[in-house]
């Protein structure tokens, strides 16, 4: 019962050069502190900046917006009436273009019997138009205890639809033997972890970029464990681990080697985290 988070649509355009002219947009965080998106010249000067996450397309830079709304729920049925219920949230996302008309997100808080409810959305990172997603809902539906589903989605912001890689991932199976040791290392009974016969799940990829701006891509996977040994990755009854997938998809490719302006901006900016970077 995980909420759905739809963008606005959008024409595909071709990938930038790597050393082409023009702005470049760069988006990150220094430290603890919230995402800004900087507005870098080819020869890595700052030309603005402004608070939050904004995407270059070919149809125009686009903004991250979320907001946080509450839902009434309908409660347990020998639970506390629905007047005494707290109210359940919901994360609400979108993309705004710059003429401030943004696409509404319309999120689907579950059904009537429900305690409790806690939803959020995060973005992990973005590789050019691509939007790498992360959801996850918490909810009380009146068993012994809440539990949390997450989900993963990649968006193409150009495209203005979720696209499917994790299929496409070439060493899939390889890569999930390379998990299943390290995900029984840190199992509360490494003996018992070791009887498992399947082999844990991708469940999402995300994009990691080095201190010069290098791209690779890593990949979770996950696998069922008993309530009390989740570590909080991922859903509740799992436990999950990242490992670097030694894989750069095609349509990632013109972004996986960056600009000489984002070069730059990441020289000037020592532990600078950057989130992801595009160009119209």
């Not at 990150?28 to 020869?43: C, E, H, L, N, S």
């Amino acid at each position: 019962m995980a909420p759905a988070v739809d963008l606005a649509a959008g024409p595909r355009a071709a990938p930038p050069e790597a050393e082409a002219d023009g702005d470049v947009l760069v988006w990150g965080k220094q430290g603890d502190g919230r995402p800004t998106t900087y507005r870098v010249a080819a020869d890595g000067r700052v030309l603005g900046e402004e608070p939050g996450i904004v995407i270059a397309t070919s149809r125009g830079e686009l903004a991250w917006r979320e907001r946080e709304a509450e839902v009434k729920l309908g409660g347990c049925e020998d639970g506390a009436p629905p007047a005494n219920l707290e109210p359940g949230t919901v994360t609400h996302v979108w993309l705004a273009p710059r003429d401030d008309q943004p696409r509404q997100v319309i999120v689907d808080p579950g059904d009537e019997g429900v305690g409790e409810l806690s939803h959020r959305v995060e973005l992990l990172g973005s590789v050019g138009p691509y939007l790498f997603v992360h959801e996850d809902v918490y909810v009380f539906a009146c068993g012994a205890h809440g539990n949390i589903s997450a989900t993963f989605k990649l968006w193409d912001a150009e495209a203005g639809k979720e696209i499917e890689l994790l299929h496409d991932l070439p060493n899939r199976e390889a890569l999930a033997r390379r998990a299943e040791p390290l995900l029984d290392e840190g199992d509360m009974d490494p003996e018992e972890a070791r009887q498992h016969e399947d082999l844990p799940d991708l469940v999402q990829i995300l994009p990691v970029y080095g201190e010069r701006g290098g791209l690779r891509v890593d990949a979770q996977f996950a696998r069922a464990d008993c309530y009390a040994c989740s570590d909080g990755l991922w859903s509740g009854y799992t436990r999950s681990v990242i490992v670097p997938s030694e894989w750069t998809p095609e349509r990632f490719a013109p972004w996986s080697t960056p600009p000489v302006a984002v070069v730059k901006f990441l020289q000037s900016r020592p532990g600078f985290a950057l989130g992801g970077w595009s160009r119209r």
